[in-house]
């Protein structure tokens, strides 16, 4: 808000490499505390109004003067009016002069030979709105031009090596290594595959690095399979396992409760610290026959059955749940790389 509010934005940035000046859907709107599309019964959105307005040959609408009412930065600027400086601090309790003097500073970096990048650890993303919190700063840096920039970017403090090396290597369930997730069982061919899982241009020309998915995929799958990986078999896409859905902790945990998963492998991960709700958690978690835990040390989830006196909710006589803790190496105990 302060920024749009007192121009401090990369004006020419923000125009060509950007989305600011796309219009967007008339039937998009934020109103009461929701976006449009929202089921209340269902507690799920439909999304079908979240998107661009498109012109005949199927490319984003858009206005370079930043003029239209529609543009993405107006609807911005609509939607971020409600957080005057009064508003953060009665939020927040951080005084609004000082709040003023931090905007201030960001704002000198939207000058095209400045800029600032934006470290933050762990607190910021595992956060009931962490999304938020992410997707927020990414425009803060949009705005202000510094995002492929040198010294630029939003740039995550890890306390350890295995976050991201988890998504490089392909450790997560339903992720191929390279951010590229396995297919759906509703996806029959590679073709198919490719074409839901690579970016489309929006408008003509468009920088889209990742238009070239297709090429990653392919190179990927001859490492793992070789000769054996061809163009009659998808490259080897007959050969991977189908995921019926996107399965994450979260779904795990609803799972649980539903008592549709019975036994959870949790390896190097303290899901009880990760989690936003940890009763719901270890309610799920009591449900299970079996846990796996892979850890080199005795973790919050390890021990989750354990009464420690700090809270009445854990009844270990009343917990049907076998714990097998397999204890493993740590990154300083082995040889190789470490992705950080």
Excluded at 19 to 36: I, T
Excluded at 52 to 76: S, W
Excluded at 168 to 179: A, H, I, R
Aim: charged share 20%.
């Amino acid at each position: 808000r302060y920024l749009l509010e007192t121009n401090q934005i990369q004006h020419e940035y923000v125009k060509h490499y950007t989305n600011a000046s796309f219009l967007v859907n008339e039937g998009y709107k934020f109103e009461d505390g929701l976006f449009s599309g929202f089921d209340e019964a269902k507690g799920k959105y439909d999304k079908s109004t979240w998107n661009y307005q498109f012109d005949e040959n199927g490319n984003a609408k858009h206005d370079m003067t930043l003029q239209h009412p529609r543009c993405v930065i107006n609807v911005l600027k609509e939607h971020v009016s409600r957080y005057t400086p009064e508003m953060v601090e009665k939020v927040t309790g951080v005084k609004q002069k000082l709040f003023l003097q931090i905007c201030e500073e960001i704002g000198k970096t939207s000058a095209p030979n400045k800029t600032m990048t934006h470290l933050y650890a762990l607190g910021f993303t595992e956060h009931t709105i962490g999304t938020q919190n992410i997707r927020s700063m990414a425009m803060i840096q949009l705005l202000l031009g510094n995002i492929g920039m040198p010294g630029g970017g939003i740039n995550a403090l890890r306390g350890h090596s295995n976050v991201q090396g988890t998504t490089d290597m392909g450790l997560l369930p339903t992720m191929l290594p390279g951010y590229m997730r396995l297919p759906t069982e509703k996806e029959t061919s590679f073709e198919q595959f490719i074409n839901a899982i690579t970016p489309k241009d929006i408008v003509p020309n468009q920088t889209n690095y990742y238009r070239n998915t297709s090429k990653f995929f392919i190179s990927m799958m001859k490492t793992f399979y070789g000769d054996k990986a061809m163009k009659e078999n998808g490259w080897g896409f007959d050969f991977l396992p189908k995921v019926d859905r996107v399965y994450d902790p979260i779904t795990h945990v609803k799972m649980m409760h539903d008592g549709e998963l019975n036994g959870w492998i949790l390896q190097g991960f303290n899901v009880l610290n990760s989690l936003p709700n940890k009763n719901k958690t270890v309610a799920g978690m009591s449900k299970l026959k079996y846990l796996i835990i892979m850890d080199p040390l005795q973790t919050e989830s390890s021990e989750f059955w354990k009464n420690f006196g700090e809270s009445n909710d854990v009844d270990p006589s009343k917990i049907q749940t076998e714990v097998f803790r397999l204890p493993t190496t740590c990154f300083a105990e082995e040889d190789g790389s470490i992705a950080n």
